[in-house]
């Protein structure tokens, strides 16, 4: 019920820090003791008894912040009792105006305006009973109080809420702050899989060509077997090499200097091509159309595109195979379409052909593009993206 929600707690006590207990006895304290000189000057002989219920009537404020409509009923209620036993002449102003105020700061405002009304007509009807003709000199000063002890309450209960909102704001910003960077950390950590995946998997694949092709070499011409473990080793170093790089921009608080290079693009097409013909895979590149200012995420993408189609021809191809690449510059857009004969394949093509595939069509989709990968009806693979040049990352 409604009602019932009023008198429940509004703070527990455990969750109370000490400082505030200690205020709460020296307030209970001040607002007993100003009973004393209330009661005297108002009286020649004042009752001890009158005193002393004024000042236990204040006892019930220890507990206001807990249950504060609860302890103004109480506070209300012991002095009507005290002023009704002296014809009107003994009250606790203070404790009244103290207890009204927690009911305002800490409870909705319908029912510090409720508590209002409870205080404001016995104030008004004791003093046309006992006050006499000038009632109202005292009718406007006591509600002036009343209305001064009710404002402040209000004004604590929307500062504390206004703080609160402050508060939650900053921790619901903090926590938006908290979930970005984990999705910009996990999109950064998707990015450089692809990347040390397209490097390794690439140059790894070309030694490993290289390896067989000097091997087979070796006995029949060994010169021919050392030239193709020279470039065996200079495949791996420059895998050593893109690795370190990619590896030193991780590393917080060091910086690569010099061994920064810009990111691969259209225009070492014809340095991968050498190097993956040097592996024994004969490929061609045809380029149509006139190239626009492509940018550079496109101009990687295409890149590292080709490079992973010719790597998965190098490893499933087998000997003989031929690829071809070609790029279609169109308004708008980029075609680019990579096959292989799989002439030296020792079987046939299927679905797919590794994780390789997964990296491609996610740089693509990047840039609103799309990408089609799979075996061709004549044998071999076909690999064929679009790609957008007139738009930023998706």
């Known amino acids: 019920m409604p009602s019932m929600g009023l008198l429940r707690p509004a703070r527990y006590p455990a969750h109370r820090a000490a400082g505030r207990w200690v205020f709460d006895v020296l307030v209970t304290v001040a607002a007993a003791a100003s009973a004393v000189p ?28 807990i249950r504060p409509v609860r302890v103004f009923g109480a506070v209300l209620a012991v002095n009507l009792a005290a002023g009704l036993a002296v014809h009107g002449h003994a009250f606790n102003g203070a404790a009244l105006l103290i207890a009204l105020y927690t009911v305002a700061a800490m409870r909705p405002r319908r029912v510090a305006l409720a508590c209002t009304a409870l205080l404001e007509l016995p104030v008004v009807a004791g003093l046309l009973a006992f006050a006499g003709g000038t009632w109202w000199y005292d009718a406007i000063f006591a509600s ?32 938006e702050r908290d979930h970005q960077g984990a ?109 626009p200012d492509v940018p550079a995420g496109v101009q990687l993408t295409a890149y590292r595109l080709v490079q992973e189609a010719l790597t998965n021809t190098l490893k499933h191809g087998g000997t003989g195979a031929r690829a071809s690449v070609r790029l279609r510059f169109q308004p708008g857009e980029l075609r680019v379409d990579i096959d292989d004969d799989g002439a030296g394949a020792t079987a046939p093509a299927t679905a797919s052909r590794g994780s390789g595939l997964i990296g491609m069509r996610e740089r693509v989709h990047a840039y609103g593009g799309d990408v089609q990968a799979g075996p061709r009806p004549a044998g071999g693979w076909k690999v064929s993206a679009q790609l957008h040049l007139d738009g930023d990352a998706a």
Do not use: C, F, N
């Open 38 to 65: 209330a009661v005297i000057h108002t009286h020649e002989r004042p009752q001890t008894l009158v005193i002393v219920v004024l000042a236990l009537g204040a006892a019930p404020l220890l507990a206001r912040r």
């Open 144 to 175: 002036g109080l009343v209305a001064a002890a009710v404002g402040l309450g209000l004004y604590s209960a929307t500062r504390r809420a206004y703080l609160a909102e402050l508060r939650d704001r900053a921790d619901r910003l903090e926590r």
């Open 183 to 291: 999705l910009a950390a996990a999109a950064e950590r998707t990015r450089i899989a692809r990347e040390m995946h397209d490097i390794v998997a690439h140059h790894l694949t070309v030694m490993v060509t290289l390896s067989e092709a000097a091997i087979a070499a070796s006995a029949a011409s060994p010169e021919r077997a050392t030239d193709v473990m020279r470039k065996v080793s200079a495949t791996g170093r420059r895998a050593l090499a893109d690795t370190r790089r990619l590896l030193g921009v991780l590393r917080p608080g060091q910086d690569p200097g010099e061994d920064l290079q810009p990111v691969p693009g259209l225009a070492q097409l014809d340095t991968l091509i050498e190097q993956v013909r040097s592996a024994g895979l004969d490929t061609t590149l045809e380029i149509r159309g006139a190239a």
